[in-house]
């Protein structure tokens, strides 16, 4: 069985294992003009197909994600970021949480450091990246979001925490509560706003927030959609079942349902059909829901990211910082990083020139498909000159140091030239 710890270090060994054991959908959706998808770095989705209907026929959705103020932004942090600056080009509306509550009550970070570490690190590498304003808050400002916090918690007990993230007695009550404000995060777009698909781009480690989110919301809905040969749905919570049956009753007739059976006594509606789209029905009765549930929301999509691996193995994370290359180090920190790091490389030049290297075991190669190589054709060049053995390891290290200290020069560049833009961020999240 895979260990899924959102806050640990270790990385997973079986994706497709990790897929069957926890319902993750394998990612087999083409987003052009993404690395990450053409590259086969997306390793798994939920509901992912309603985040593409929106993208294609225009309509409302949002993308949503979170930071840790508790250090450097480093590579695997800059994926995630990459990813919602792609769906805010195709149309979403971006929601950022700063999680200073979390790291205040984990890393021991200050509010106020917090503050200074979110715009210094990791806000302005984001304007450098292309983001555009767009809804960026610190948890612990938002009265919103930690009183709908507070909401949700009333479906939520300790056994199931303790079931998906593994909690021991000794937790404090605020880093159980973290997960909690990240679901309240999460809902609250749709929540203060209007009902829509809402797509999470995540590690691979960070599913147990999106499972979390997803129960609450199903949990809060009073119209469910329950298993059946046909379309059957229940009424479920307080409701007041006339208005409930009232609204499942038109989302059923609009999609073409006929036939349709009441039961007071069960509070159910049946019909022997089925939608002809079921995603579009699913939206529909969320959304003619809220008129009389203010709580009603669509489950959270996701895009899971395969985790980078850092430079001496194990997950890419702030918390082994020799095997992080952060977007805030000089071009020659960094490149002492890449000198020193693991390969897939053979035991000696003349074993590697005869057999070749192995570039999907090498962090040295992940480098080149998550960050340095911006054409396919570039990066099927690395790979076949490693498998051919042309491409030696100290070459390969030299070329990637290379290209890495442009990247972050660059980055640093336009960091300077757009630090005028944080207070337009900052009053945007203050609207």
Known sequence: MEKIDPWGVSQIKNYQAMREQFGIDQFNFNLEGNRFSERSLLVGHRDFQLIKRAMERKEKFYAMTGLMPSGEMHLG?????????YFQRKGAELHIAVADLESYVTRDVDLESAKNIAIENFLLNYIAMGLKPCNFYFQSE??????????????????EMKAIYGFEDSKKMLEINSPLIQASDILSPQIYGEPAPTIVPVGADQDPHIRLTRDISKRFSSLRIQDSKGTRISIGGKADAELAFSAAEKIMKKHGLAQITKNSKYRTLESPGRPSDQDAFNLDLVREEREFNPLATVPPSSAILRLETGIKGGKMSKSVPDSTISLNETPQEAGKKI??????GRESVEEQKKLGGNPY???????????????????KKVENECLSGTRLCGGC?????????????SLKEKRESSRHLVKEFMDFGSK
């Not at 942090?77 to 600056?85: F, L, R, S």
């Not at 009265?143 to 007990?157: M, T």
């Not at 000198?339 to 897939?344: D, E, N, Q, S």
Request: negative net charge; glycine residues 4%; aromatic residues 8%.
């Open 77 to 85: 942090n800059k994926a995630v970021m990459e990813m919602m600056i």
């Open 339 to 344: 000198m020193k790091a693991l390969t897939g």
């Open 142 to 159: 938002s009265f919103r979001i930690q009183k709908f916090a507070n909401v949700l918690s009333k479906e939520v007990n300790m056994s």
């Open 397 to 409: 290290k030299k070329e990637a140091s290379e290209l890495m200290g442009e990247m972050l020069t």
């Open 361 to 379: 075991n090498c962090p040295v190669f992940e480098l080149y498909m998550y960050h340095l190589s911006e054409s396919a054709a570039d990066l």
